[in-house]
C-alpha cells in the first residue's frame, strides 16, 4: 500500500510518518497538489483544497482531506481526518481505509475469476449441454417410474406438478409462516433494545472509572506548579486530556516544549 499526503505542516508530516511506518505504508510528501502518478490513498491538507481536489480523485481509491470542518458536497471525498487529531486517531482512520480497499480488491478479483469461468463455461457449451439435457431426461424418466408405482391416495408422495406451484404448502400456509417469522424479528428488535439500554448504566459507571484516573492531587502550595510529565503515560491515558487542546498546543507538546495549563472549576 502507498500513500501520497499534500501538506506543508512539519508536525502533520512528522505524525504521518510514525504512523505509515507503523502500518507498512510507503509514504510520499509533496507541497503541491499537482498529481500525476496513482496512489492506494491520498491526503490532502485543508490549505491545499481547491478546484482540483475532485480532479485528483482519479488517481487514488481513496481520498481524505484534513479539514478543521466539514467539505461541502461537491468535494469528491472517501473520508475526513478531523484537525487537529492525535497520531491513535489517524491510525485508526487509516486502518479502517486500508480494510477497505482490501474489501474492494477482493470483489474485483472474484469478479474477475467469475467472468474466466463464464467464459470456458461458454467455450465448452457444446459438450456440456447434451451432457445436462441428458441427465435432467434421465431423471425425469425414474421420477415418473416411481409415481405411477405408488398409490394415487399416498398423501406422502408429492406430485411433480405440484412443486411447480408451491409444493406441499399453499399460498395462505406460506403467507402464515412470513408473519411468524416477522413476529419472531420484530421480538427480537425488542430484546435487543431492552440489553442497550441496560447497558447505558455499565457505561457510565466505567467512565466515572476512566476519569478517576486523571484527578491530580490538591494538597500542594498554590504557589507551586504540578507538573505533568506526558512521557510517563501511556497515549490511551492521556487522550481525554490532550482532545481538549488545539493544534497549536500539541504542536508546542511534540516539539518539546513546556505548556502551562491553568485549571478551575468555573470561570471567576
Not at 447505558?200 to 504557589?223: C, G, N, R, T
Not at 481538549?244 to 471567576?268: A, C, N, P, T, Y
Request: hydrophobic share 35%; net charge negative; with cysteine.
Amino acid at each position: 500500500m502507498n500513500l501520497l499526503l499534500i501538506c506543508e505542516t512539519a508536525i502533520i508530516e512528522h505524525i504521518f510518518s510514525l504512523i505509515c511506518k507503523k502500518l507498512n505504508i510507503e509514504l510520499t510528501v509533496q507541497k503541491t497538489n499537482n498529481v500525476n502518478d496513482k496512489f492506494d490513498l491520498i491526503v490532502i491538507d485543508q490549505n491545499f483544497i481547491d478546484d482540483r481536489f475532485n480532479i485528483i480523485k482519479q488517481f487514488s481509491k481513496k481520498l481524505g482531506a484534513i479539514s478543521s470542518e466539514e467539505l461541502p458536497f461537491d468535494k469528491s471525498r472517501d473520508f475526513i481526518i478531523p484537525r487537529p487529531f492525535l497520531p491513535t486517531k489517524l491510525e485508526e482512520i487509516l486502518k479502517e481505509q486500508l480494510t477497505f480497499i482490501k474489501e474492494e480488491n477482493e470483489i474485483e478479483k472474484n469478479a474477475t475469476k467469475k467472468a474466466i469461468s463464464i467464459d470456458e463455461y461458454e467455450e465448452d457449451e457444446d459438450v456440456t449441454v447434451p451432457i445436462t439435457d441428458y441427465v435432467e431426461s434421465l431423471a425425469d424418466e425414474v421420477y415418473s417410474e416411481i409415481e405411477e408405482e405408488s398409490s394415487e391416495s399416498d398423501e406422502s408422495i408429492v406430485s411433480f406438478a405440484s412443486l411447480n406451484i408451491g409444493g406441499v404448502l399453499d399460498s395462505s400456509e406460506l403467507s402464515k409462516i412470513n408473519d411468524i417469522l416477522n413476529e419472531d424479528n420484530i421480538h427480537n428488535q425488542i430484546n435487543l433494545e431492552k440489553n442497550d439500554w441496560k447497558n447505558i448504566a455499565e457505561i457510565i459507571d466505567e467512565a466515572l472509572e476512566e476519569v478517576k484516573e486523571y484527578e491530580f492531587s490538591l494538597e500542594q502550595p498554590s504557589s507551586k506548579p504540578y507538573n505533568l510529565i506526558l512521557s510517563k503515560y501511556h497515549i490511551n491515558e492521556l487522550r481525554p486530556l490532550l482532545e481538549k487542546f488545539d493544534q497549536s498546543v500539541i504542536d508546542k507538546l511534540s516539539s518539546g516544549e513546556i505548556v502551562d495549563v491553568r485549571m478551575s472549576l468555573k470561570d471567576k
